[in-house]
């Protein structure tokens, strides 16, 4: 049973540029959350998909915007990147809308560094 | 002040050594809480999950939530080089709210 995976694994991208990652959910879930996660920090939420809208959103400017497609898989989208942005980012998938406090199965991350 | 305040250690114990975690929280709305485990780079693994005030076990891993005094605990016995990572308490709101996470190491 494959388990959440992430695309890319790491990237490296420069201000002002814009960044797409991927996250496909674990079998059987259809619900995505996207966490943020500086160095030496607790995960922060981002927004949650679930049948494709966007559900919940944490304290994060609309640079950052995701989607979700019709197999429950998931991108999020960051525009002009700053320095700040530098994180790594996590999903984590969970089945139903109560997936908001449910169990939630992360993924690996991909790793952002903004130069 | 945030909503869930966790000492990020770092800590360091012999193997073998009992290990308690803690966190604790303000908002008393949050309902489900976890323990989750990550090592360095990479992504948190759950390892225990508890709705109401009492303990749960599995294997080594106890954990134990006192609603009343908004605090929670994760007890590792008989501690194993294996376990050195950080350990992240988590919350449920409409989301998943984070400690910042204790480093944990156990040394041979």
């Known amino acids: 049973d494959a388990g959440v995976t992430q695309s890319p694994t790491h990237l490296i991208k420069t201000r002002g540029q814009q960044v797409t990652l991927r996250c496909s959910p674990k079998s059987g879930h259809d619900t995505v959350s996207w966490y943020q996660q500086a160095l030496g920090q607790g995960p922060q939420f981002i927004f949650q998909y679930y049948e494709e809208e966007e559900r919940q959103r944490g304290n994060f400017p609309d640079r950052f915007s995701g989607h979700q497609f019709p197999n429950y898989s998931s991108e999020l989208n960051v525009n002009a990147l700053l320095l700040g942005d530098s994180a790594l980012y996590l999903c984590?998938?969970?089945?139903?809308?109560?997936?908001?406090?449910?169990?939630?199965?992360f993924g690996p991350g991909t790793r952002l560094t903004v130069l | 002040q945030k909503e869930v305040e966790q000492d990020p250690g770092p800590l360091s114990v012999p193997e073998g050594a009992i290990v308690s975690l803690n966190c604790t929280y303000s908002?008393?709305?949050?309902?489900?809480f976890m323990w989750y485990r990550q090592y360095s780079r990479k992504g948190p693994e759950l390892l225990m999950y508890t709705y109401s005030s009492g303990n749960k076990e599995d294997g080594r891993f106890t954990a134990q939530v006192d609603k009343s005094s908004k605090y929670i605990s994760l007890f590792i016995r008989d501690s194993q080089p294996s376990d050195s990572a950080t350990y992240l308490c988590a919350m449920s709101g409409y989301a998943l709210n984070f400690g910042k996470g204790t480093s944990l190491l156990v040394t041979p």
């Open positions: 908002n008393s709305a949050f309902q489900y």
């Open positions: 984590a998938s969970s089945q139903g809308l109560a997936g908001t406090t449910d169990t939630q199965y």
